[in-house]
């Protein structure tokens, strides 16, 4: 899944040419910062230490409360923003706004529109609705946006699920569709996602036997580019549930708490092991991908759930507050330098092609596709050619819309030498009142070779 890309070492004459051009290229140890950021949900209500949070050496929180986010300063915080059945929409939107000036005084960066929208229980008991989520979400984007525009607004996580006959629970790739045939697309920043992976690695085909895996996440993912949503993914909930035996908690299907949830238990050296190997594949395969939240630290520490509910066996900390193996191993694994900085993103093909000199021609390089990285807003794109004098350059289209396909022509009929010409393209836009600029290079290698054109 990742691309061929030959902008990663474009060396002294990319720069160069980057800042000649006004805009910001970046050397390649920036180039490999990460897309994602390391995230783990921090419950309310618990006498839990934050400096748990603070030694696991995650850069996101998500809290439940607005007051949690004065707790992890220095951290960057999403909130989830829980909202009731829309029965009166006037008073809905007012008592959005009024949520959303205290979330804009607050040291909270995102907020989640919702959870899990597709299960009746997130509404009350009530049949989820694609299309009323779809009105929610727009009334709470605008009013959201309207209020502090740099908010970043992720919509409510979906729980991958398959539909229920009485609809109860609706399937989250369905769900998907009928958000997007709805317009949603244009009310979030980042789509939420909740990729648990039950009881399969992570690396599991979702395409498989079992398609409730880590990696149906790229079926939401190919869902979003079908209809044209090339944002990221935020994975606002994900983990796997650790065995309760394990700690001496004989729970089985029999007890109401942790019934259907069974078979779903690991043991904690995989829950270590499956956690750190998910950060690790959305690393190397999801370059849309955001910020990964673990669920969960502390749910263990809530002494009004039954001893036996599931929330309990997804957390980092056991019963008693020691760390579990998952929080050791998540603690020591390798992690990406990610400052989380909007930026663009540039996925090409090989852009190269040979010639003969014996029939130098205009002719196709290859294309490549900008993708937005983290900003919260559209953005408006130019795509400018540089000749260098031998070979003259073209794209189409010149202003691109964010992933759409741009494709670069060349034309090599000024060529006399054999040789290797370089090709380079910026693309331009503008972030919070700046300038930003991407490259992307190509070549075309002449030959002296006789034969057909």
């Known amino acids: 899944m990742r691309s061929k890309r030959w902008h990663r070492r474009l060396g002294a004459l990319w720069l160069a040419l980057s800042l000649l051009l006004g805009g910001y290229a970046p050397t390649a140890a920036q180039e490999e910062t990460t897309h994602i950021g390391y995230g783990i949900h921090f419950g309310p209500n618990t006498d839990v230490s934050t400096d748990w949070v603070m030694r696991l050496g995650v850069d996101w929180v998500k809290v439940y409360t607005i007051e949690s986010a004065y707790a992890f300063r220095g951290k960057r915080v999403l909130y ?49 609705n694609a299309w009323q989520y779809a009105q ?53 920043d980042a789509f939420g996602y909740h990729p648990y992976g ?48 394990e700690d001496g908690f004989q729970c089985s299907n029999y007890d109401p708490a942790f019934t259907g949830f069974a078979w779903m238990a690991v043991s904690g050296k995989q829950q270590a092991d499956y956690l750190v190997r998910a950060f690790e594949f959305a690393h190397q395969n999801w370059p849309w991908a955001g910020p990964m939240f673990v669920w969960n ?55 190269s092609a040979d010639i003969s000199l014996f029939c130098p021609q205009r002719l196709k390089l290859g294309t490549f596709t900008v993708h937005n990285i983290g900003y919260p807003s559209a953005l408006e794109l130019t795509v400018l050619p540089v000749n260098n004098g031998q070979l003259f350059v073209e794209v189409d289209p010149p202003r ?46 002449a030959w002296h070779r006789e034969g057909s054109c």
């Open 80 to 128: 989830r923003f829980d909202m009731g059945y829309p029965d009166n929409w006037e008073a809905f939107r007012q008592g959005i706004a009024a949520k959303a000036r205290a979330i804009a005084a607050a040291p909270i960066e995102a907020v989640e529109i919702h959870n899990e929208p597709n299960l009746s229980h997130e509404w009350g008991g009530r049949p989820p």
């Open 136 to 188: 929610v979400l727009r009334v709470a984007y605008t009013t959201i946006k309207r209020i502090k525009p740099s908010l970043i607004v992720v919509s409510g996580g979906l729980a991958p699920t398959i539909t229920t006959p009485d609809r109860m629970a609706v399937d989250d790739l369905e769900y998907a569709r009928e958000l997007f045939e709805n317009g949603a697309g244009a009310y979030f």
């Open 198 to 245: 039950y009881n399969l690695p992570p690396e599991a085909d979702p395409f498989g036997a079992q398609p409730l895996v880590f990696r149906r996440t790229e079926r939401i993912r190919a869902l979003m580019e079908e209809y044209g949503i090339y944002k990221q993914i935020w994975l606002t909930e994900f983990g796997w549930m650790r065995d309760p035996r």
């Open 297 to 351: 630290m502390n749910w263990q520490q809530m002494d009004w759930l039954e001893p036996c509910n599931h929330m309990r066996w997804f957390s980092l900390l056991r019963h008693n507050g020691e760390p579990t193996l998952a929080y050791y191993a998540l603690q020591r694994m390798r992690r990406y330098p990610s400052r989380y900085v909007p930026r663009l993103w540039l996925e090409s093909d090989s852009l």
């Open 400 to 445: 691109p819309r964010l992933g759409q396909p741009v494709t670069v022509y060349v034309n090599a009929l000024d060529l006399k030498l054999p040789g290797q010409y370089p090709v380079y393209i910026n693309v331009r836009t503008v972030i919070d009142g700046r300038a930003v600029s991407q490259s992307v290079q190509g070549y075309v290698t």
